[in-house]
């Protein structure tokens, strides 16, 4: 066993059947912040919501500027290497709500954001200059996934949970690196409590938005691969399950229709009773990072490159080494 592991065992016990808010209720939001971010948000996930929370949520940054520096006219890991372009965008997240953002770990996962938002920014200057969208993902991190849950009458977070989420996303915001070389948290206020970063999401998607090819494009494609997913009869249902969780201001400046009222109804009510059967049940005893080394361990699949390098001694630098396609978002 790892020495992670014998810590966590050391520290956890997961035998009992709601262990996780057991857990919680024993820990400090303030202290224990990354810890109970952790419990709160990787052990109920799986491969199904991860592609669901891409497909609902990548849509929502290629609105405006940025979606030219994501297409790269036709040439951007979204469009050519879509399977690839999840899987590192999931296990970023997955890597800072495992380890916090404190670890080495998250330090390693943002220096290849930093070294790739440098590397692009010199072709596509404008596309980063917006502080707002930069604050926006970050957000969308803390309260994103969460508020759409919420808005099909689901329990939002615990008053615990929410302070160390605040916590989270304040700490996650010291260590991206603006195009002006400083880091962010010292260019942008940021918010200092839950209400405020949920403020600041309905504030951001209340922006008025116009139509460009690039984000027509991007949005698209997510649509169109994770519809994909799904046997051809409820591929009209998949782009739904996606669809019936944008905001309206998404649907004209992408082009795109949105789902009618029948189908967005049975899209939100089968999301809500797959996360209310899954609340019901025993708390899961491993998490879906977890479950990611359990099975590349078992089969010898190598686990995401982004995850790989997270985890390595040597980092960022060890990863382009051996994968020059880590460099290419």
């Not at 709160?40 to 592609?51: D, I």
């Not at 759409?148 to 939002?156: A, D, F, K």
């Not at 409590?193 to 027509?216: F, G, I, M, Q």
């Not at 649509?223 to 009209?236: C, I, T, V, Y």
Request: glycine share 6%; net charge positive; proline share 7%.
């Amino acid at each position: 066993m790892s020495e992670d592991r014998q810590r966590t065992h050391q520290s956890e016990n997961r035998s009992s059947y709601r262990w996780i808010r057991e857990r919680i209720e024993k820990l400090d939001p303030v202290r224990d912040y990354a810890e109970i971010v952790k419990l709160s948000t990787l052990f109920r996930m799986n491969q199904f919501m991860g592609n669901w929370v891409f497909a609902v949520t990548m849509p929502r940054f290629t609105i405006g500027p940025s979606a030219s520096a994501i297409a790269r006219d036709g040439k951007g890991k979204l469009l050519v290497k879509h399977d690839r372009r999840i899987d590192d965008t999931t296990n970023h997240f997955l890597v800072w709500a495992e380890h916090g953002p404190e670890s080495p770990q998250t330090l390693r996962s943002t220096e290849i954001i930093n070294t790739l938002h440098v590397k692009w920014a010199k072709e596509y200057p404008a596309e980063f200059e917006d502080p707002d969208l930069w604050l926006y993902v970050i957000a969308w991190e803390v309260c994103g996934p969460t508020s759409l849950l919420m808005s099909l009458g689901l329990p939002g977070p615990s008053e615990k949970e929410q302070i160390a989420l605040s916590l989270f996303g304040q700490k996650l915001a010291e260590l991206f690196i603006y195009i002006d070389g400083r880091p962010f948290s010292q260019v942008y206020p940021i918010p200092t409590s839950y209400d405020e970063w949920v403020a600041y999401v309905h504030k951001y998607e209340s922006r008025p938005w116009t139509r460009n090819s690039d984000t027509v494009v991007c949005a698209n494609n997510v649509l169109d691969n994770f519809e994909k997913s799904f046997p051809r009869p409820l591929r009209a249902f998949g782009r739904a399950l996606a669809t019936s969780f944008w905001y309206e201001h998404m649907f004209s400046c992408n082009g795109i229709k949105p789902p009618g009222r029948v189908i967005r109804w049975a899209a939100r009510t089968f999301m809500k009773g797959m996360v209310s059967i899954g609340n019901l049940m025993p708390d899961p005893k491993e998490s879906f990072p977890e479950k990611l080394r359990r099975e590349s361990a078992t089969t010898g699949k190598p686990l995401n490159t982004v995850m790989r390098a997270t985890q390595c001694p040597m980092g960022f630098g060890a990863m382009k080494a051996a994968d020059p396609e880590s460099q290419k978002q």
